[in-house]
T-cell receptor, first 111, second 111 residues
């Protein structure tokens, strides 16, 4: 079975500072990977997904970016955080039968 | 345009009674549906799923019903337990593309 490692668990960053959230996957190779954000009252919003190294699809316009430098590594970044970037960020990997395995998430608070 | 809708943000149920969580969808291309359970500060975990070729799937206390003509599915939890208190997300898959999630329903099971 897959395991998703996400860190850090919580992060408080000032407006305008950079961001880097890392996600690594164990137990599978060449997975489809996803970044979701859960903001208050918004449910789970898909931000980016990747079907392979260097292949990134963006779902919403924003000041965030994603990269996949290795098969089982997915990184979410920002050059300058906004207050509206606050939320709970989740990395996920596609498994069998359309299901996803999620990481434990990162609570980002931009102040 | 919200393709997966969970119109009840919250639901309170007494311990031992049935919990019914509802989900509506608009995209007729969805062919697989899933329910995820999420505790605070944790990633969602897979609960149960159903293919569009079925109308019912049961797993212990959890049953998912699918009504394709109404584009509606529901999750039944019987009997409800305090540990079931969580946010439940309905998700749908239109094939080999990212899952689409609803906004979630917060279930509170009262002892």
């Amino acid at each position: 079975s897959q395991t998703i490692h996400q860190w850090p668990a919580t992060l408080v960053q000032p407006v305008g500072s950079p961001l880097s959230l890392e996600c690594t996957v164990e137990g599978t190779s060449n997975p489809n990977l996803y970044w979701y954000r859960q903001a208050a009252g918004r449910g789970l919003q898909l931000l980016f997904y990747s079907v392979g190294i260097g292949q990134i699809s963006s779902e919403v316009p924003q000041n965030l970016s994603a990269s996949r430098p290795q098969d089982r590594q997915f990184i979410l970044s920002s050059k300058k955080l906004l207050l509206s970037d606050s939320g709970f960020y989740l990395c996920a990997s596609a498994g069998q039968n359309y299901g996803y395995t999620f990481g434990s998430g990162t609570r980002l608070t931009v102040v | 345009d919200q393709q997966v809708k969970q119109n009840s943000p919250s639901l309170s149920v007494q311990e031992g009674r049935i919990s019914i969580l509802n989900c509506d969808y608009t995209n007729s291309m969805f062919d697989y549906f899933l329910w995820y359970k999420k505790y605070p500060a944790e990633g969602p975990t897979f609960l149960i799923s159903i293919s569009s070729i079925k109308d019912k799937n049961e797993d212990g206390r959890f049953t998912v019903f699918l009504n394709k003509s109404a584009k509606h599915l529901s999750l039944h939890i019987v009997p409800s337990q305090p540990g079931d208190s969580a946010v439940y997300f309905c998700a749908a898959s239109p094939g080999n593309t990212p899952l689409v999630f609803g906004k979630g329903t917060r279930l509170s099971v009262i002892a």
